[in-house]
């Protein structure tokens, strides 16, 4: 006996032939989004060059903010073993222009590399920082369709693992960047959307979900980007440190590390 309920639409349970379209790619690299790379690869010789103005450790499993300046250039370091990490960014001047990871995505790619550029939101529309090297560069697009330093993901929060689990939970990107955002003067509302870098995600080639795989980083990898504006930014070291443990399970405390940042400034 076939049990399965009747659709409310009879039309529904038809079959149907699809025709085959052509794929139109909606952004193709405009003109507005490029970058003069040479001009950029000359402000981060300059800046190399010049003077190292900040260090900052952020350790497992938390976060922490800094400022930048126009043309600054920031290094984020895989400084002891593969470990992600989820980046925000504000106007300096004025909060309210962030990250906005979706329209990065629209104009650039799922996810971001060398001369890619990091977008602000609506009615802003800027670039507020470009990538200017990357050491995972030559990782490309996997078997699996994965790649590094994603702009799909959101963050990991302790509301949906809560969802998830059942159990409260105060370790998750969304909290540690929360926090840090509030010594910033910033506040939870201020926290958006992330830059995942030397996360490695894709979508399965048959449901279409978002997976991670274990990331390739490895000690000594560093990703580089230069402030087109003045900044403020957060990064937080995931409580899930290299993604290999889906969310809702126990993550091993021995896959979680700390992630290390150098801020850069051309001499006058």
Not at 135 to 152: F, N, P, Q, W
Not at 155 to 173: A, F, N, Q, V
Not at 254 to 266: A, M, Q, T, Y
Request: a neutral charge.
């Amino acid at each position: 006996m076939d049990n399965q309920i009747p659709s409310l639409c009879p039309r529904l349970n038809k079959p149907r032939k699809f025709p085959k379209k052509p794929v139109t790619i909606c952004y193709n690299k405009a003109a507005a989004v490029q970058v003069d790379r040479t001009a950029y690869d000359k402000a981060r010789h300059d800046a190399l060059l010049g003077d190292v103005i900040e260090k900052i450790t952020v350790p497992k499993k938390s976060a922490k903010t800094w400022k930048m300046l126009k043309g600054d250039l920031c290094r984020v370091t895989v400084v002891e073993g593969s470990q992600v990490g989820d980046m925000n960014f504000w106007n300096l001047h004025n909060p309210k222009e962030r990250f906005y990871s979706g329209k990065t995505r629209q104009l650039h790619a799922s996810h971001l590399t060398t001369y890619d550029r990091l977008w602000s939101n609506m009615p802003y529309v800027r670039p507020m920082a470009t990538v200017i090297a990357d050491s995972l560069s030559r990782y490309g697009i996997d078997e699996d369709g994965a790649s590094v330093h994603d702009v799909i993901g959101t963050r990991c929060d302790s509301y949906t693992i809560e969802l998830i689990t059942g159990k409260k939970s105060h370790d998750s990107c969304h909290t540690y960047l929360t926090r840090a955002a509030q010594d910033a003067g910033l506040t939870e509302d201020d926290v958006h959307d992330v830059w995942n870098i030397f996360m490695c995600t894709g979508f399965t080639k048959d449901t279409h979900q978002y997976f991670c795989k274990a990331s390739p980083a490895r000690k000594g990898d560093y990703i580089e980007f230069i402030a087109d504006m003045d900044l403020i930014v957060g990064l937080s070291a995931c409580p899930h440190g290299d993604v290999s443990v889906p969310v809702g399970l126990e993550v091993p405390d021995e896959i979680c590390h700390p992630l290390g940042v150098e801020i850069f400034r051309k001499k006058n």
